[in-house]
């Protein structure tokens, strides 16, 4: 593309084809320099001719009336239709084409007209001269309405391409957005995240205080509570800003109430309570209700996970039943199941593609695609999402497992 416009800023096939079409003209003008009337003068204006060509794509209505100049100049000194005449037939078409305001070419096109007359008025032969004015007339008008019908072609191209890029903006923009939005919806819950860390290590350390010299041994474990729920929070507050590395305002989350426990503790609970993995039976009987047939499966043995990463598995299978609710219908059928491993939890949703469309859909836990790839990408996890052979949808999350998932027992201490 660089080499394509090293030439006055426009590609150089275009500056090529003009210069080939200026050469033709030229050859005629200096083929007939002796033989035609007006001899080496006559040839003097077609070589201004060939000259103002040279800029028909830049500035088509300056060609033009150029190139209708002399062609006036050549009627009057009375050198008749000479053979680089063709010039003002491609002037002529490069003014419709290329001019800002077709009004230029219908102005053209009437120049044109007069240019006719005169032409045939002075065409030598035996054919009287209205033989000689139709026969011109017919073939200017057909290059006028060629070039007003090619025109018309790249005009639309050119609001197809404009509307093209206009969709392009539109939709990243948009892609902008709901990953902007997944992200303040992801630090307003990871915050609750931390809050509930921080109500356990300040409850564990108030136990501390009161058991250390009575108990010396649970207050060793408590210890150990609130040093494995501290170093899980900094790792969830890691994540929170890993992920919103760009400048963002999220909303506020509620503060959480501060309640008084037995022993002179204080237990925080978070106003908005965490969805967990104990809570799927109740949202696939949810989307059971509103029309999904929801098989659930799980293979390996479950463990235990961090509370933000618990989060992470129930938004996506939220959103997986959500979508296939609102694209598959109502009565088709989704297969969940949930495979554990030693190392992975793998989120496997696929749906037969056979119901009939919802009339009003569940509502979203996020914004389809983005927002589960958002949040898998913030435990470094992959997502894989593409249509089945079976004319299906298939959405399939991996989370890598943590290195220690004992702490997170510790934490629920």
Do not use: C
């Amino acid at each position: 593309m660089t080499v394509d416009r090293i030439i006055f800023g426009r590609p150089l096939r275009s500056v090529a084809f003009d210069v080939a079409v200026s050469g033709l003209v030229a050859l005629f003008a200096v083929a007939g320099a002796v033989a035609q009337p007006g001899g080496w003068q006559a040839t003097l204006v077609g070589i201004g001719m060939v000259v103002a060509l040279l800029f028909r794509r830049t500035h088509p209505s300056a060609v033009a009336a150029g190139v209708a100049a002399l062609a006036l100049v050549q009627v009057v000194a009375g050198w008749g239709p000479l053979g680089y005449d063709i010039a003002v037939l491609i002037a002529l078409y490069s003014v419709v084409k290329y001019a800002d305001r077709l009004r230029d070419g219908v102005i053209a096109g009437l120049v044109a007209a007069v240019g006719v007359v005169l032409a045939a008025l002075q065409a030598p032969g035996p054919a009287a001269w209205w033989a000689s004015a139709i026969y011109f007339g017919l073939i200017t008008g057909a290059v006028w309405l060629m070039g007003l019908n090619v025109r018309t072609r790249r005009l639309y191209v050119l609001s197809l391409e404009e509307r093209a890029t206009t969709l392009e903006r539109e939709r990243e923009a948009e892609a902008r957005a709901a990953v902007a939005e997944e992200r303040t919806r992801i630090a307003r819950e990871l915050h609750d995240v931390v809050a509930h860390s921080m109500a356990v290590m300040i409850v564990q350390a108030d136990g501390v205080r009161f058991t250390i010299d009575r108990d010396p041994a649970t207050a060793r474990e408590a210890a150990k509570v609130v040093a494995d729920t501290g170093r899980q929070a900094l790792e969830e507050m890691r994540r929170l800003v890993g992920v919103l590395r760009e400048p963002s305002r999220p909303e506020p989350a509620a503060a959480p109430d501060v309640v008084a426990e037995p022993g002179g503790g204080l237990s925080a609970e978070p106003t908005h309570r965490r969805p967990a993995l104990v809570e799927l039976p109740g949202l696939l009987d949810r989307f059971r209700a509103a029309g999904l047939r929801v098989g659930y499966a799980t293979t390996g043995d479950p463990v235990p996970l961090p509370p933000g990463l618990e989060l992470t598995v129930y938004r996506v299978v939220q959103e997986s039943l959500t979508n296939a609710l609102k694209h598959a219908g109502v009565g088709a059928s989704v297969q969940l199941r949930l495979d554990w491993s030693a190392t992975t939890v793998a989120v496997r949703a696929v749906d037969d593609g056979r119901g009939r469309p919802v009339v009003r859909p569940a509502p979203s836990g996020g914004h389809g695609l983005v927002g589960m790839r958002e949040r898998v990408g913030v435990y470094d996890g992959s997502l894989t999402a593409g249509p089945t052979q079976a004319g299906g949808w298939r959405v399939e999350a991996r989370l890598p497992l943590p290195s220690a998932p004992d702490s997170e027992q510790g934490e629920a201490a």
